[in-house]
C-alpha cells in the first residue's frame, strides 16, 4: 500500500554560510549564518536593534554579497546582485514626488520585460490596493498609509517574485498598520507571492506572517523559528496568540 506524504514548499532562498561584516574589525551582523525561505509564505524576521534583520533582508535582495565562502542561492542559483525578480520596499516609501500615484506605478513597469497592456496592469493594481479614485494625486496629496499603499502596486506590478519589505508600515498609526495587515495578506492571497518582512512588532509578525523567526543578537542566530500560519495567530486575544507572544518577548526583552 502507497503511503501518501504531505508536500513540503519549494524553497525560495538557501542561505548557506553567510557572512557579512562590512569589513570592520568588529564582529559583522552575520557570521557562518544559514537559513531557508519557502516559497509562496510570508515571512516575517524580528529581533533587537542591529541583531542582522535588515543586513539579511538586503542579502536576499542581493544588494549585499556576503565575503567568503558562502551566500545566498535564490531558486537554485547564486545572488551577486540585484535582480528585478526580487523587490525590495523600505521604510521611506522613496516615491517620486514629480510622479501622481499612477505615474509611480507605471514605474514599476519600467522593471518588466512584457508591457503589453501595460494601463490595464496599472488600472488593476491601483483597483487591488485601493487607490483608483487617489490614481492621479500626487505624493503630497496622500495620506501615508496611500502613499506606502502606492509603493506596493509599484513593486507588485513587475509581477517580481518574491517582495521584501523592511519595516513598511513602522512610520504609521496602529489603526492604519493593522488596516495594511489586512492589505498584506489581502494580496498574497491574491498573488501567493514569497514575501519577507522585517519588522520591531510581534503583533505584526504574528498577524501577518505565516512564519515567525526570532533573530538573537550579533551575529544573527536564530532563536525562535515558528509556524504561525493557524487561524489562531491571527486573533491577538486567543491564548495561541498570547502564548507565541509571550515567548517571543522572553528571549528579545
Known amino acids: 500500500m502507497s503511503v501518501l506524504k504531505r508536500t513540503e514548499p519549494a524553497v525560495a532562498f538557501q542561505v548557506e554560510r553567510l557572512t557579512v561584516d562590512f569589513g570592520t574589525d568588529k564582529t559583522g551582523p552575520l557570521q ?19 541583531c542582522g534583520k535588515t543586513t539579511l533582508l538586503k542579502s536576499l535582495g542581493g544588494f549585499v554579497v556576503g565575503r567568503d565562502s558562502g551566500g545566498v542561492l535564490f531558486e537554485s542559483r547564486y ?10 520596499i523600505f521604510q521611506e516609501n522613496n516615491l ?9 506605478v507605471e514605474f514599476g513597469l519600467k522593471f518588466k520585460a512584457a508591457k503589453r497592456d501595460g494601463k490595464q496592469v496599472v488600472d488593476e493594481m491601483l483597483r487591488i490596493v485601493g ?9 503630497n496629496q496622500l ?23 523592511d519595516e513598511p508600515f513602522s512610520a504609521l498609526d496602529i489603526s492604519l498598520r493593522r488596516r495594511m495587515h489586512t492589505l498584506m495578506l489581502d494580496l498574497w492571497s491574491k498573488t501567493g507571492k514569497t514575501m519577507v518582512m522585517v519588522t520591531h512588532s510581534i503583533e505584526e509578525a504574528l498577524q501577518v506572517g505565516h512564519r515567525v523567526i526570532v533573530l538573537g543578537d550579533r551575529p544573527a ?17 486567543s491564548p495561541e496568540f498570547l502564548e507565541m507572544q509571550r515567548r517571543i518577548e522572553a528571549v528579545i526583552y
Open 79 to 88: 545572488l551577486n546582485g540585484p535582480t528585478p525578480e526580487i523587490v525590495m
Open 221 to 237: 542566530r536564530v532563536l525562535i523559528d515558528a509556524d504561525t500560519s493557524a487561524d489562531a495567530m491571527k486573533d491577538r486575544y
Open 32 to 50: 557562518d549564518f544559514s537559513l531557508n525561505i519557502r516559497q509562496g509564505e510570508i515571512t516575517c524576521l524580528l529581533g533587537p536593534s542591529g
Open 131 to 139: 487607490l483608483t479614485e487617489a490614481a492621479d494625486r500626487f505624493p
Open 96 to 104: 517620486f514626488p514629480w510622479l501622481s500615484a499612477r505615474g509611480n
Open 143 to 165: 495620506s501615508g498609509g496611500m502613499r506606502q499603499r502606492t509603493a506596493i502596486a509599484r513593486a507588485l506590478v513587475s509581477d517580481p517574485h518574491v517582495l521584501l519589505l
